[in-house]
């Protein structure tokens, strides 16, 4: 059974980066799509991207793009999200989730709150 | 980008009643269409993916139906610990947009 541990809270200044991981276990990364979803205060759910080690491709949404890479180190079965030139509007939480068969995002971590803040 | 778009926004209900909730896609999804239960504090759980297949461990008070364009998600007999965010969330094409939340809140 896949669990999904993330990294803990941060507290970042406007213009700095974060990179939050997800650590796999029950599986090997190489064997799950991984995606990342965000929860800013207030607001719904908001897919941010995947990554498929199918194809080996990287999908980040639009609003993202420039400022996001997820990456990841099979070695270790760690999944990272790095988001760079924050804002105070990126304060969230992050979550990692794996795809299952059908397209479904069935496993999720357990969050990291990102705080961005002068 | 497809969107997505729930009604109601927020839903007030008692315990044992019958609630359906909404979603609508603004192209076709043929059935990628997953529901999701969310709680405060707590990370996002999967209810129902492809539109009707109800997951494991997931009570059989919920039930998904739907194709194309137009989605409900049904919960028969309301609990006490049902009370939380939905979300809806299309997986056909990317970027994987999600509903706007339905909240459901104890009358």
Not at chain 1, 15 to 23: I, N, P, T, Y
Not at chain 1, 32 to 39: A, C, G, N, T, Y
């Amino acid at each position: 059974q896949v669990q999904l541990v993330q990294s803990g809270t941060e507290v970042k200044k406007p213009g700095a980066s974060v990179k939050v991981s997800c650590k796999v276990s029950g599986f090997t990364l190489t064997e799950l799509s991984m995606h990342w979803v965000r929860q800013a205060p207030g607001k719904g759910l908001e897919w941010m991207g995947r990554f498929d080690p199918k194809d080996g491709k990287r999908i980040y949404a639009q609003k993202f793009q420039g400022r996001v890479t997820m990456t990841e180190d099979t070695s270790t079965d760690t999944a990272y999200m790095e988001l760079s030139s924050l804002r105070s509007d990126d304060t969230a939480v992050y979550y990692c989730a794996s795809e299952n068969l059908d397209h479904a995002m069935d496993v999720w971590g357990q969050g990291t709150t990102v705080n961005v803040s002068s | 980008d497809i969107q997505m778009t729930q009604s109601p926004s927020s839903l007030s209900a008692s315990v044992g009643d019958r609630v359906t909730i909404t979603c609508r896609a603004s192209q076709s999804i043929s059935s990628y269409l997953n529901w999701y239960q969310h709680k405060p504090g707590k990370a996002p759980k999967l209810l129902v993916y492809t539109a009707s297949s109800l997951q494991s461990g997931v009570p059989s008070r919920f039930s998904g139906s739907g194709s194309g364009t137009d989605f409900t998600l049904t919960i028969s007999s309301l609990q006490p610990e049902d009370f939380a965010t939905y979300y809806c969330q299309q997986s056909y094409s990317t970027p994987y947009t999600f509903g706007q939340g339905t909240k459901l809140e104890i009358k």
